[in-house]
């Protein structure tokens, strides 16, 4: 069950948008939009705290796949318990434009993964 179409932020000019933000966001930002802990950018992926970019208002929600704006730093675990969720008051959906964004740091945290041993 393979995937048939790149998402829109990894393909043609919105990748290398994309890119450069995450560039300027792992150089600026050092703690988790989602949970608000710091994030070791020492950890590589597959571990669960390893750093990754979160779209804070999903693409297939109409948030824009390239924006600095709409992009933030996260812990991987973070992002994919998140997954295409909003939190509320993120999206007005009468107008279906975003509104004030608060926070997103509403997800349960379910296991303490500081101490997570791959």
Not at 15 to 29: L, S, V
Not at 43 to 63: A, E, T
Request: hydrophobic content about 25%; charged content about 25%; aromatic content about 6%.
């Amino acid at each position: 069950m393979g995937r048939t179409q790149k998402r829109v932020d990894q393909q043609g000019e919105h990748r290398t948008a994309f890119d450069k933000n995450k560039k300027r966001i792992y150089a600026t930002q050092t703690t988790c939009g989602i949970c608000g802990r710091p994030v070791d950018f020492s950890l590589k992926y597959p571990h669960p705290l390893s750093p990754c970019i979160d779209h804070i208002i999903p693409i297939n929600r109409g948030g824009h796949p390239s924006d600095i704006d709409n992009l933030q730093l996260a812990h991987w675990t973070c992002n994919r318990q998140k997954s295409d969720k909003l939190a509320r008051g993120e999206l007005n959906t009468t107008l279906n434009e975003p509104e004030k964004i608060i926070s997103n740091r509403n997800l349960p945290q379910s296991m303490d993964w500081r101490n997570y041993r791959g």
